[in-house]
């Protein structure tokens, strides 16, 4: 944000107000709990906007999902998916309302596609429903049980490729999420990752712990998914952002509409290069994280990249209100 103005987005910032690049930067699905986006959907008019947009697209009322559960209905990945997405882009559009945009946007995972509605490459009604495809996909691209993720704690990349490698015997285990510094998750065939993990603590893993996930996301058992959403994408009329994305599968710097589409493709079956993503955006100037969205996961995985970088984070009316103080006193 460089006292950057909207037109009829909202407000307008102080034209004397000079601040460091800011890039926002999206949850990915873990992040959901009953409650989200309740706040900015009782205070704000633009933010009851996109709830109402999203719960048309779907047919259904997303929104009351996202604000009243049950928990058990919000963590079924179709719903999941595209239930951050709203709580992220209505947060956003808040942001917005109050004069703040970000220079550069990144999303982890099902995050990017938030990223991308924020900066104009997808429209909001389109992306909710791709997301919740996208997660029906998913779900049903691997029978439950016959995969797995875990996550490896305190082992590099290198080293983890290793473990992977030696821990297949012919069957599917790989880095999904390149996290920070010594926190990779790692998908594929249940049992491989189960030998992974043990293999990885004998090397010298501080913790390998299996997570409770409904599939083995990231990895080349996805396969059948990304072949579905390709079809659903390519019958999407994607945009060249407005605001350049750093995209999870090159962690590079992302202008046109096509290289988008073929990200987003790609996405379902390779590693979400987060750590790189973020290492990349501080190359390009930026100081100042903002976390959009549920949850405070992003703002954690950032402190262990790079301790150097400012994180604030906004997902209801109290976190609002101390970004906005924030930035405040960075003008005065």
Not at 68 to 95: D, H, R, Y
Not at 136 to 158: H, R
Request: aromatic share 4%.
């Amino acid at each position: 944000m460089q006292g950057r103005r909207t037109t009829d987005n909202g407000p307008r910032t102080d034209s004397k107000v000079s601040l460091a690049k800011t890039a926002f930067i999206f949850p990915g699905q873990g992040s959901q709990y009953p409650g989200m986006g309740r706040e900015l959907a009782e205070n704000f008019a633009c933010a009851r906007a996109v709830f109402k947009e999203a719960d048309g697209a779907l047919g259904f009322a997303i929104s009351k999902l996202c604000f009243e559960g049950p928990a058990e209905a919000l963590q079924l990945t179709a719903n999941t998916q595209p239930a951050i997405l709203v709580v992220s882009v209505a947060a956003a559009m808040v942001l917005r309302e109050k004069g703040l945009q970000a220079d550069y946007v990144a999303g982890h995972s099902l995050g990017e596609y938030s990223a991308l509605v924020v900066a104009g490459a997808l429209r909001l009604a389109d992306a909710v429903r791709l997301v919740r495809q996208r997660g029906q996909y998913m779900q049903e691209a691997v029978p439950v049980g016959q995969g797995a993720m875990a996550a490896i704690l305190g082992l590099d990349a290198a080293a983890l490729e290793e473990v992977c490698r030696a821990a297949a015997q012919g069957e599917v285990v790989s880095p999904a999420n390149l996290n920070s510094p010594g926190q990779v998750v790692i998908a594929g065939s249940a049992a491989a990752v189960a030998r992974a993990v043990e293999l990885a603590k004998a090397r010298g893993a501080k913790r390998a712990i299996m997570l409770n996930v409904s599939a083995p996301f990231h990895c080349a058992l996805m396969k059948p998914a990304q072949d579905r959403l390709s079809v659903d994408l390519d019958a999407t009329e994607v945009y060249d952002p407005q605001v350049p994305l750093v995209n999870n599968v090159s962690a590079q710097v992302v202008i046109f509409a096509r290289l988008i589409r073929e990200g987003l493709k790609h996405q379902v079956t390779s590693p979400v290069r987060w750590e790189e993503s973020m290492r990349r955006l501080r190359r390009e100037g930026v100081e100042m994280f903002v976390e959009v969205g549920p949850g405070k996961v992003l703002s954690g995985l950032l402190r262990q990249i790079d301790r150097g970088a400012e994180c604030l984070r906004v997902e209801d009316v109290a976190t609002l209100s101390e970004v906005l103080a924030r930035l405040a006193s960075a003008s005065a």
